[in-house]
């Protein structure tokens, strides 16, 4: 199945209060581990110092990726960037 | 072992000659096998419509995935980007 | 008549509630519908993980141009850059 | 069939003579007639006033966009960027 | 008649002797100078300390801004930029 | 007179009320019609799909230029930029 | 042990009362000299001009890094850059 | 004594009452007209359109041109950009 | 007189041998040399670890600030950007 | 003494050949023990998959530094950054 690469920033607005947030964050948690369970999350790391992750997700389309994303619960709070990915030889014989 | 996103942009120069640039390419490729079979690198892709690609690297710290770098036969001819990744909880259990 | 690549970025402000939000997207989406069946609108797709799209406007010239866009009901949420396009001889003999 | 918006710049080495240049150029028409007849290219058109182009492409994953890219005959003098396209709710009803 | 913000850069390669690269200049001083008086290009100016200017150029589309400009007889040589204006409310009454 | 392109993007803060709002802009207007029937504004045009525009301005000079520009009532609410131009070959039969 | 170039812009919002901020601050500076006698941090300066610094941090793995980061009191408020360094020959006989 | 290029952009937050900022904005003229007269700050000059400037200051260390830096009334409402400067053969005989 | 900061790369092509390059550099200061003592050059800095120097340069308006700098014997090797400065209210009691 | 960050990317050309290449390496690897010896160049990391190296240098002011980076061997051949850094309060007590 078609692999992107995926970059996902949080950014907490100054205007949100403690509890509201930690309910964000308690949903994302809840989703990112279904998606990680399903597949649709192969790997994901942090990107060291930050509240950003980088991510190998997995999708029949970009339409279905797409859809993935804009599902997750703090979606409003996240600035994400997709990378289509193409087969690459070494990869071939694996 | 760490992770790391490394991101690797191949550029010909004008000036080299076809049978040259090919001996190249074909050391390149027989390294790149090698790394690939001993899990220096992890997973790798190409970067669509280009000759750069992105992979997943393993090594036992950057010092050792800087010389594995170095020791490409194109390196001379190579732009190379290093993330290095921290572990994500999502991971966890995985 | 001239096409145009359009790039349209929507941001919800912090300080906007819920309703007053769903109002101004629902008015976004009927001169939308507007815009695609009038032809103004060639083509459009969302920019993956975002709230993002692009797509291909048409519009006698770029003045008119303009003022479709600037008559976008969510105009002051959004960030638009448009490209204007030259004619390709691979497009002549369709 | 998934698209993608693919800009194509085009850049002449100093250092290539005219008649292999004009042979290039005329390899690389014939393959875009082809893409664009066989609906590889469903759009394409001039960045005013520069060698570059922008297309609507399309292709049935991103791996096999990759390889009508990497088959233009100017492949070597091109630098491309890949942009995966979503579906937009506009296009729903068309 | 539809404006243009036009950016040219002009760069001498390294290769090229000083008698070929008058003729280029002399070429398109002829050509800019016919432009010029036709109202093609309306206003130009040079950008201090560099060889690129900037211009507002006029023409019926884009298209025809396109061909004038890759009829540019140093063409081959230069970066240009195209910014499609539009009209504003304090031209309305001039 | 010495001109100089200057490029002016505004931008409504979140929290500015609509009638303040319509107050500034009003005031604006004015002050951008007098500037223009003095010809300190040469020429302006919208940058299509914004609220920014670009303009040929004229002063003296530049400190009498940043008067002008920091008189502008929105001037608070403006991101300017100046580039001084310098006079043009081809301009200079006209 | 592996060292990092670490860069930490700090930014107050302007939400923020005085004495919150205030706290903020010394609970910074107290877990700031802890890393520092510990050799987290193993030298640190001022960005002149700023309220960034940038450091030469330790830590056995970039995970651990990312936690001692995630770990400042006022991470909320902070960019971190982190850039993970490999050995160079000039250190090798120090 | 060294000398720096100092870019200061002076940013006026949506949330300070006219008061407070007209306050802000007289300390900020008493220190510099100070530190003018002590030759700290060499020569000044508006980016014109802007509320920056760009001067040359003159301090003993780059820490202590931090220090005056740090100790201007606004500081918390100013992007500073410092750049250490080095002598030129041409200033050697004036 | 309008002052201006201006910032000047010096650049040496591969290709130039090491005695032309001396010529070019010879001419170079000798015009720099006469500038700086009439006025027009009034101060200049090397950028520290770099061929670039950044200087406050005078003329009586910018198209006679261009013909300077294109004067310059090695200006076919210059990269310059020229920003026009306005006064500023500290200077004003100098 | 005041310290620096430095960056250093080195490049070598397309048209240099081998010997003439490990002779510009050789020298430049001879003056950088001296730098790392004398205490110019306090430590020094390879920036990982390049020919960029990062370090701290210290030098009585930037113009001597500047002499000391202008000395380099390959100094034709680098692209340098420097950062002049300022004293930061967690180093004061060690």
């Known amino acids: 199945m078609p ?4 970059r996902i920033a949080l950014k907490r607005p100054d205007t949100i209060d ?3 947030w ?5 949903a994302e948690r809840a989703v990112g581990l279904d998606y990680r369970r ?3 999350i192969q790997r ?6 930050t509240t950003s992750n980088v991510g190998i997700w997995s999708a029949p389309d970009v ?6 994303l804009a599902g997750l619960p703090a979606f409003r ?4 960037k ?6 690459h030889y070494l990869e071939a014989d694996q």
Do not use: M
């Open 3 to 6: 692999e992107y690469l995926v």
């Open 18 to 20: 403690d509890r509201t």
């Open 22 to 26: 930690a309910a964000v964050l308690d």
């Open 38 to 40: 399903r597949g649709a």
């Open 44 to 49: 994901i790391w942090r990107v060291p110092g």
């Open 63 to 68: 339409s279905e990726l797409d859809q993935l």
């Open 77 to 80: 709070y996240l600035t994400i």
């Open 82 to 87: 997709v990378e289509a990915l193409a087969r």
